[in-house]
């Protein structure tokens, strides 16, 4: 089907002394073209939206005429035309309103050669029909003032210059949208865009500003209306296949209807739609109309009647009277939730009344009537500030463009089966950054979930799955010792050194110390077998004390006797100093304590090791040598081997003395409280001491193990020292590679095994003689075969 684009007479007119233009869209005629292969029984339709936008600039232009304090004496006309949704027809009318020739197909005048008849045009409601008409008009300097033009690229006043707006760049609202997607924590998103200047550059606003917020897209496709049906079921299959919930659209209000019809075909539904200022108008009625007088068509539209009849006119048609009752309909025409987007028609008729106020040099009147040139009210809209009524501040930026405000509408279905448009927040970047976007609570019905992984809980983090977008994840839980306490955490932080992760790896918790108490079984055990070993100890002491002046006590040097039983019960209680918490002083004070009274110890078992060869070797014809070691040698040798030790221990302690440590490394969730051995030379010295001396007494003990007496103490001795080498001689692996306070442990027990060898090997045998067999405790028992001498 063809039309002629040729323009007829304005829709509307009316003279005054100042003429403004206005392009609207009362008529799809479109709808015929590209929804013929859909949808049968269209024809041409009223767009109720387009005649609010006309009422909202008729209004102004009375509001203005009326005024004393705007443009006095200066009364304000109209031309306005209906673009029929046509680029091309709104470039015609625009060029007719520009010089006046509207009738080009019949005037004899060469075209485009008249004056000027406007100083503005309003209108526009499409970007790519606004561009087309600012590229037509610029040369001329026409100021061209959109109320629904949005895209980003009519900012350019290089390729733009005469473009002016009273509604904001899609600049903004692509912005405005990616961050209210990414309030609702949707991360995956499909997108769809009207194919052409509108829908492409404010999707790639969009999409770079959701990049940058973290935000997904699953799919984005283009559209337009003329598009083969192929394409669109492509679009459908796209859609079908998808997960995401959430559908961003930057489509104009033709497009989405034609896709919506498609979506209902298909019954796609679930999806939250995310769109943008241009479809709160998509609002129209599509009911057949022959009339060609624009507001006897709206009545008859408005109230699906006829004041005349026709020959299409049905027998039971309703004629019209003129005097129906507007306040009992429900449509999209007497829907006054949408006043701002009618405001901007305002505020731009106001803008050009003052910008003329302000070229003629109005005060009390307006003497100069002549129309001034488009060009100086171009100059001068850029300039002027003012307030409307309600007091919004009302201006324009360098590049045309006003103020980015918006209202978050949400369309919420009523019970009647009507569509109630809720606001349920704003978008103003007049405000600081964290306070532009604001929402309502529970602003939407529904909010449906739309990530293409869920969150990451507290514990884990992200991985991102191969060959995906960023959206795409898996949670991986978070290593023994890293925690991550935040939702969707890329990274899992390494506890302080002293903390550990919990179960639920979200928390750090302070490590539990670890270190030989006495209130474990273990270390109770420990300290009840030192204990009864002490007690042991003096229980022998004083069976030796009470039999003090018996053979066997007298025969066995009782006063190395009674050092060695010391010098044992200082053993079992320097045991004691290895449990409990570890401090300075007790670091220092166990070791130190351990080397010095056992070497006490060996010392005095190494004394009567060797009275017992002096003794034997006392026998030998012309021998004195027990002269050289009587009791003063003996108390001597036993003072000197000490004193080596305690000379050893001064040493350690003054050069790099043991000191409480920390161990982190023997468990990742405890902490070994232990005592560091400060320097490792002089632990092992001590050691090696100690070792050297029971070598020494173990060897001299086994030789005189077969000297001849009924009661041979060398024998005892010599089992008592194995035993003691085997338990140190052991001790050493077993202390090296137990970890913690078994070390601790392991040390201890040497200490108890090796002290308790000494006293049952050395002493026990006497304390059974004296207590069970007192008639072998006699001076011709204890001399048996040894000669008189010796004894």
Request: charged letters at 15%; aromatic letters at 12%.
């Amino acid at each position: 089907m063809r039309y002629n684009w040729e323009p007829e007479d304005p829709q509307l007119s009316k003279n005054g002394d100042i003429i403004l233009g206005g392009i609207f869209s009362f008529h799809s005629r479109w709808r015929i073209v590209s929804l013929l292969i859909f949808i049968s029984g269209y024809g041409s339709s009223l767009n109720f939206r387009a005649f609010q936008f006309v009422q909202a600039m008729l209004f102004a232009i009375e509001e203005i005429n009326n005024s004393t304090d705007l443009l006095p004496g200066i009364f304000l006309g109209y031309k306005i035309y209906d673009a029929c949704g046509s680029i091309a027809r709104g470039v015609s009318v625009a060029l007719a309103l520009a010089n006046g020739n509207e009738d080009t197909a019949t005037s004899s005048t060469a075209p485009c050669t008249r004056p000027e008849q406007v100083v503005a045009i309003m209108g526009g409601t499409s970007s790519s029909s606004c561009m087309a008409i600012a590229t037509v008009i610029g040369p001329f300097n026409i100021p061209l003032m959109s109320n629904f033009a949005t895209c980003a690229c009519l900012s350019d006043k290089v390729r733009y210059p005469s473009f002016l707006r009273t509604i904001p760049s899609d600049y903004y609202q692509s912005r405005a949208l990616a961050l209210l997607v990414k309030h609702f924590g949707w991360t995956w998103v499909g997108a769809i865009r009207t194919n052409d200047d509108y829908g492409n550059n404010g999707m790639a606003i969009f999409t770079e500003t959701a990049k940058q917020l973290g935000i997904c897209l699953e799919y984005s496709v283009s559209f337009f209306r003329q598009d083969p049906p192929e394409k669109i079921q492509r679009i459908i299959d796209i859609i079908k296949a998808s997960t995401s919930k959430v559908i961003v659209a930057f489509l104009s209000p033709m497009d989405l209807d034609i896709l919506i019809h498609k979506f209902a075909h298909h019954n796609l539904t679930g999806y939250q739609w995310v769109g943008t200022e241009a479809w709160i108008t998509d609002f129209h009625t599509s009911l057949n109309s022959s009339s060609n007088k624009l507001f006897t068509e709206f009545w008859e539209t408005l109230f699906d009647c006829r004041f005349m009849k026709t020959k299409s006119s049905e027998e039971n048609q309703r004629y019209c009277s003129g005097y129906e009752d507007v306040s009992g309909l429900e449509n999209s025409f007497i829907d006054m939730s949408l006043m701002p987007i009618f405001n901007n028609i305002y505020k731009g008729v106001y803008s050009v009344a003052h910008a003329l106020h302000s070229a003629l040099g109005c005060k009390k009147i307006c003497s100069n009537k002549v129309q001034p040139n488009p060009f100086m009210i171009l100059q001068h809209i850029k300039n002027i500030q003012f307030k409307t009524k309600e007091g919004e501040q009302v201006y324009f930026n360098e590049n045309g463009d006003p103020a980015a405000k918006y209202e978050i509408i949400n369309w919420q279905l009523r019970e009647n089966g009507t569509v109630e448009f809720v606001t349920v927040g704003f978008y103003d970047t007049t405000l600081p950054a964290d306070k532009q976007l604001y929402l309502h609570k529970r602003s939407l019905l529904w909010v449906p979930l739309s990530v293409c992984s869920e969150s990451c809980p507290p514990g884990t983090r992200k991985v991102l799955q191969k060959g995906k977008p960023i959206c795409c994840y898996d949670c991986i839980p978070c290593a023994e010792g890293e925690i991550s306490n935040t939702t969707d955490s890329i990274t899992c932080v390494q506890c302080h050194v002293e903390f550990w992760s919990n179960e639920r790896r979200d928390d750090c918790e302070k490590k539990m110390t670890e270190f030989l108490s006495y209130e474990e079984i273990m270390g109770a055990l420990l300290t009840a077998a030192s204990l009864l070993g002490t007690i042991m100890t003096t229980t022998v002491a004083v069976i030796f004390f009470r039999n003090r002046n018996t053979p066997i006590v007298k025969a066995n040097n009782s006063e190395l006797s009674f050092l060695l039983l010391f010098s044992l019960t200082l053993c079992f209680l320097c045991s004691l100093t290895f449990i409990g918490r570890p401090s300075d002083w007790s670091c220092m004070l166990r070791h130190t304590a351990f080397g010095i009274t056992f070497v006490l110890c060996i010392s005095c078992v190494l004394g009567k090791t060797i009275v017992v060869l002096m003794a034997f070797r006392a026998t030998l014809p012309g021998s004195n040598v027990m002269k050289w070691f009587g009791p003063p040698q003996q108390r001597l040798s036993v003072l000197a081997f000490t004193l080596i030790q305690v000379v050893i221990c001064i040493l350690w302690l003054t050069i790099s003395p043991p000191f409480p440590f920390k161990n982190f490394h023997h468990f990742k969730d405890k902490i070994i409280l232990e005592c560091a051995l400060g320097s490792s030379v002089g632990f092992w010295a001590v050691l090696g001491y100690i070792g050297l001396l029971a070598m020494l007494c173990f060897v001299l003990a086994f030789l005189a193990r077969k000297l001849p007496d009924n009661f041979n103490e060398a024998k005892f001795i010599t089992f008592s020292m194995l035993i003691f080498c085997a338990v140190w001689i052991t001790f050493i692996p077993a202390y090296i590679s137990s970890p913690g306070k078994f070390s601790v442990a392991v040390e201890i027990f040497a200490i108890l095994a090796s002290s308790f060898g000494l006293l049952i090997c050395i002493f026990i045998p006497k304390c059974y003689i004296m207590l069970f067999k007192p008639e072998k405790n006699t001076k011709k028992n204890m001399m048996g075969k040894m000669p008189l001498k010796s004894l």
